[in-house]
């Protein structure tokens, strides 16, 4: 994997281990000579992940259509910013440069872009690692929820495992390189 998509928060939250294990993971992503392909926002754990991937010389490519750029959210010192009509271009644009998919803590945003890559995986649309860094255990409410899913027989048990989750970012990108769809 040389490039991943980060979807994550446009705020900080109000746990401060996010945005610290934000920090260490996009440090993590830069001594690995991978690339980031996020929102383009400069605010919340979007804003860590591109200042942090800036401060060690990564490159970091954001996405934002340009109702969002008028707002002034957009990071100035990134690498790239690409700008898209709509919210929906963004998302494809995203999936195209990619070759993997993280989702880090955030709100409705960040589950409907991961969950759109979960869709396109689950239908053979997608054939990329998809993961989720579970940063305290953020993700765990939402696992229970997908077992939940899967014993209700209304997940198949080959798309559940189309979801790598781990709480240590190493390990999770062991997981995804390691990935056969």
Known sequence: MKTITVYCAAKLGNDPTFANEA????????????????????????????????????????????FLVDKEIANPNITELIITETMSQRKYKMMDLADGFIALPGGFGTLEEIFEVLTLA???????????????????????????????????????????????????????????K
């Open 122 to 180: 689950q239908v053979n649309q997608l054939k990329k690692p998809i993961g989720f860094l579970n940063i305290n255990n953020y993700y765990t409410p939402l696992l229970t929820f997908l077992e939940n899913c899967l014993q209700s027989g209304l997940l198949a048990q080959k798309h559940f495992n189309i979801i790598n989750i781990d709480s240590d970012y190493e390990r999770l990108l062991l997981k995804m390189r390691n990935y056969k």
């Open 23 to 66: 920090r260490e993971f996009a440090k993590y992503l830069v001594q690995q000579n991978i690339d980031i392909v996020y929102g383009g926002s400069k605010l919340g754990i979007m804003g860590v992940i591109a200042e942090t991937t800036i401060e060690n010389g990564g490159k970091i490519h954001g996405v934002m259509p340009q």
